[in-house]
Each structure stands twice: as structure tokens, then as C-alpha cells.
């Protein structure tokens, strides 16, 4: 059983916005260091942000400025708010450990911008 579950993903016109959420299994999210990342057809896995257990974060370049990483422990769920998005942006975003486990990833949350 797969212990993460994205959510939110949708189709967004450029400047718009979503808020994904990853719901995870308590025994492992409160305790990790927890990331986003996406991918798209023919390309690796991409981390695009992370955050620690005391809120500290980090971002890809390319969406510095624009999306936030935050978390919630007591409802075990992680979110990233994506603001003024790109066509760059269409990907299918995953949630996983910061030291990604292969067993962990879920089916993800499809993002598509339009361009």
C-alpha cells in the first residue's frame, strides 16, 4: 500500500493557480523530510520542492517565487500552492520522502497548463 495520495492537479490557462495536497501515512510523514516532484512523458523525475519537519524549505529555480510548500502534521498532508503557472508547468506531481523510496511513489496528480 502505497502511504502518499496526491490530489489537485487539474487543467489551469498560464497565470492561474492550484494547490495540490499529499496526504500521507502519520508513522512516515511526521517524521520526514517530505518533497514534491514531477515528471513529464520521456523525462526523469524532477524534484521541484521540499520541506523539513520544522517548516524549513527549498525550491527548484524555476518555481521559485511561485510555489509554496507547506505541511500539516497534525492532518498529515503536505500541500504546494502553484501560482502564475507556466506552460512549463504541465507535469504529473508526486509526493515522496526527500530520499525518495521506490515503493512509495503513488499514481501522482496530473497538472496541465495549456500554452
Known amino acids: 500500500q502505497v502511504p502518499f495520495v496526491e490530489s489537485g492537479g487539474g487543467l489551469v490557462q498560464p497565470g492561474g493557480s492550484l494547490r495540490l495536497s499529499c496526504v500521507g501515512d502519520?508513522?512516515?510523514?511526521?517524521?520526514?523530510?517530505m518533497a514534491w516532484y514531477r515528471q513529464t512523458p520521456g523525462e526523469q523525475r524532477e524534484l521541484v520542492a521540499a520541506?523539513?519537519?520544522?517548516?524549513?524549505?527549498t525550491y527548484v529555480d524555476s518555481v521559485e517565487g511561485r510555489f509554496t510548500i507547506s505541511r500539516d502534521n497534525a492532518k498529515n498532508t503536505m500541500y504546494l500552492q502553484m501560482n502564475d503557472l507556466k506552460p512549463e508547468d504541465t507535469a504529473v506531481y508526486y509526493c515522496?520522502?526527500?530520499?525518495?523510496?521506490?515503493?512509495?511513489w503513488g499514481q501522482g496528480t496530473q497538472v496541465t497548463v495549456p500554452s
Open positions: 515522496n520522502l526527500y530520499r525518495p523510496q521506490d515503493s512509495y
Open positions: 502519520g508513522a512516515i510523514f511526521n517524521i520526514a523530510t
Open positions: 520541506i523539513n519537519g520544522v517548516g524549513g524549505t
